[in-house]
């Protein structure tokens, strides 16, 4: 069966993730066809493809976690609340695009129809498709241009990209989550503020209305996978503390070592 690891978004929350591929790493564990992967979830297989082992978690605990990366004031004055165009660049500077030993496919989502769209990462693109999809609406004021067409964060239209890499034939799955399992994403209460940021592009208006929607049904899709095809699924418990937007150093570290833990429990399942 053809395999693929898909890894969910989440910003600080990737710390999780970032402990669970370090420890893919260091049991030289890359059983896969391809990867996909959206917003942190795509930075963080940017460096599991290549090998660079540690490269997340200074990523998310170090680089993410400096006033260059994230700053209310900053955005107050009319600039990005998260500079992810900063953010990728200090971090491409030590990944240095060696070659992966996988495919990557990123997802980002088109402003002009809504739909998530997955490309395949190269040494040409991987700059465009890392930040479009970790530019998370509002926060980085910019939408990123690729062929003419703005786009935003792929998990606006897509968080868990797990029926895409159906799509693309993978009959066996391993999904990183982000969140614990029975986390079901809430339905916006009201909506005005955002008929009033972005009804001129009503295409992306309409993903962000039924992005929890969209989640939910991916949940269910992983709750009930279709008989032929077999999921392992990796996410955090219910003492994970890491949210969007945690600065904490010391909850990071405790969300990075979470992932190593359930990721050593992972390969002990598969091995057996």
């Not at 660079?52 to 009319?78: C, M, N, Q, V, Y």
């Not at 990462?121 to 609406?137: F, Y």
Request: glycine residues 8%.
């Amino acid at each position: 069966m053809k395999s693929a690891l898909v890894v969910e978004g989440g910003a600080m929350r990737g710390i999780f993730a970032a402990g669970v591929l370090d420890k893919f790493m260091e049991e030289d564990y890359y059983p896969f066809d391809f990867a996909i992967g959206v917003s942190a979830g795509a930075t963080n297989l940017s460096t599991y493809v290549c090998g660079a082992h540690g490269l997340s978690k200074t990523i998310i605990t170090d680089f993410a976690t400096r006033s260059e990366f994230f700053s209310p004031l900053r955005f107050i004055k009319g600039g990005h609340m998260t500079d992810v165009h900063w953010l990728w660049h200090q971090a491409k500077a030590i990944l240095k695009a060696p070659d992966a030993s996988i495919p990557l496919y990123v997802g980002i989502t088109n402003t002009q129809t809504g739909d998530s769209e997955y490309h395949r990462v190269t040494r040409d693109t991987v700059d465009q498709l890392m930040v479009a999809s970790c530019a998370i609406p509002t926060a980085y004021r910019t939408q990123p241009v690729i062929n003419g067409v703005p786009y935003v964060d792929g998990g606006v239209g897509d968080s868990i990209p797990v029926r895409q890499a159906y799509e693309m034939g993978a009959r066996d799955i391993t999904v990183i989550l982000s969140q614990a399992r029975g986390f079901t994403k809430p339905e916006l209460k009201s909506n005005w503020l955002l008929h009033r940021m972005y009804g001129q592009q009503p295409g992306l208006l309409n993903a962000m209305l039924r992005r929890a929607a969209t989640y939910n049904q991916t949940l269910e899709f992983l709750n009930s996978p279709p008989s032929d095809c077999k999921l392992t699924v990796i996410a955090p418990d219910q003492a994970f503390c890491v949210k969007r937007l945690t600065m904490d150093k010391y909850k990071l570290l405790k969300g990075y070592a979470q992932g190593r833990r359930m990721a050593r429990r992972a390969l002990y399942a598969n091995a057996a």
